[in-house]
Nanobody
Framework: QVQLVESGGGSVQAGGSLRLSCAAY????????MAWFRHGPGKEREGVAS???????SYSDSVKGRFTISQDDAKNTLYLQMNSLKPEDTAMYYC?????????????????WGRGTQVTVSS
């Protein structure tokens, strides 16, 4: 089992920045892909960024160029640096992980989920 704990959410004005963290605990050796998802009010859940164990990253068009996913293997922690935030980035942000092949941002692939951290961007 893998436990994921997110932190770093908060309220920020448009144009500001936040960095989310996701600490992974438990049997993390089999984790192949980790990702950040978000679920905003009135919107479907969206996979915004992913990273596999080779460091290959993928981003949704909505955040490309503004968000950066990274990880610190020594700390078993995944990060999401969010810059140039917009009101439409307001959402609950979730960290997710799986040990399957292919690191695509489809939520059904992910076995492990955190409880989320709220990000609110005001105009």
């Amino acid at each position: 089992q893998v436990q994921l704990v997110e932190s770093g959410g908060g309220s920020v004005q448009a144009g500001g920045s936040l960095r989310l963290s996701c600490a992974a605990y438990g049997y993390t050796v089999n984790v192949y892909c980790m990702a950040w998802f978000r679920h905003g009010p009135g919107k479907e859940r969206e996979g915004v960024a992913s990273m596999d164990t080779d460091g290959v990253t993928s981003y949704s068009d909505s955040v490309k160029g503004r968000f950066t996913i990274s990880q610190d293997d020594a700390k078993n922690t995944l990060y999401l640096q969010m810059n140039s935030l917009k009101p439409e980035d307001t959402a609950m942000y979730y960290c997710a992980a799986h040990g399957r092949s292919y690191c695509y941002r489809d939520s059904w692939r992910f076995s492990y989920w955190g409880r989320g951290t709220q990000v609110t961007v005001s105009s």
